[in-house]
Nanobody, 121 residues
Framework: VQLQASGGGLVQAGGSLRLSCAAS????????TGWFRQAPGKKREGVLC????????YYDASVKGRFSISRDSAKNTVYLQMNSLKSEDTAVYYC???????????????WGQGTLVTVSS
C-alpha cells in the first residue's frame, strides 16, 4: 500500500509541469488526495486537494488560476497540473490521501515520497 509522486523536474519560469500521484494497494478514488509542498527552509504547506467526490479545494489561494487537480480512476492516479510556474513554486511536492482534505492536510493516512520541482527565473 503506497503512494508514488512523480513528474517533478527543472522548468523555466512561465512553464508547466504535471505531477502524478499514483496509488497501489488501495483505490484512490475513495479518498481525498491533497498536494503539499515544502520549499527549502520552510514548513510544508498545502497546495490543492481533490475530494472523493471530485471537488477541488485550494489550500493555497495563490495557485488559483495556475494549478489544477484531476483524477484518472482507471490509472488510480491524481494529477497536479501546474502552469505559469514561478520561482516561488520551487519545492518538494508531496501527495497525501485520507478521508477528507482536512485529514489529508492534518495527518494523511498515506503519503508519497515527494518529487522536486525547480523553477528557474
Amino acid at each position: 500500500v503506497q503512494l508514488q509522486a512523480s513528474g517533478g523536474g527543472l522548468v523555466q519560469a512561465g512553464g508547466s509541469l504535471r505531477l502524478s500521484c499514483a496509488a497501489s494497494g488501495f483505490t484512490l478514488h475513495y479518498y481525498a488526495t491533497g498536494w503539499f509542498r515544502q520549499a527549502p527552509g520552510k514548513k510544508r504547506e498545502g497546495v490543492l486537494c481533490l475530494t472523493s467526490t471530485d471537488n477541488s479545494i485550494y489550500y493555497d489561494a495563490s495557485v488559483k488560476g495556475r494549478f489544477s487537480i484531476s483524477r484518472d480512476s482507471a490509472k488510480n492516479t491524481v494529477y497536479l497540473q501546474m502552469n505559469s510556474l514561478k520561482s516561488e513554486d520551487t519545492a518538494v511536492y508531496y501527495c497525501s490521501a485520507d478521508s477528507t482534505c482536512a485529514e489529508a492536510s492534518r495527518q494523511g493516512r498515506y503519503w508519497g515520497q515527494g518529487t522536486l520541482v525547480t523553477v528557474s527565473s
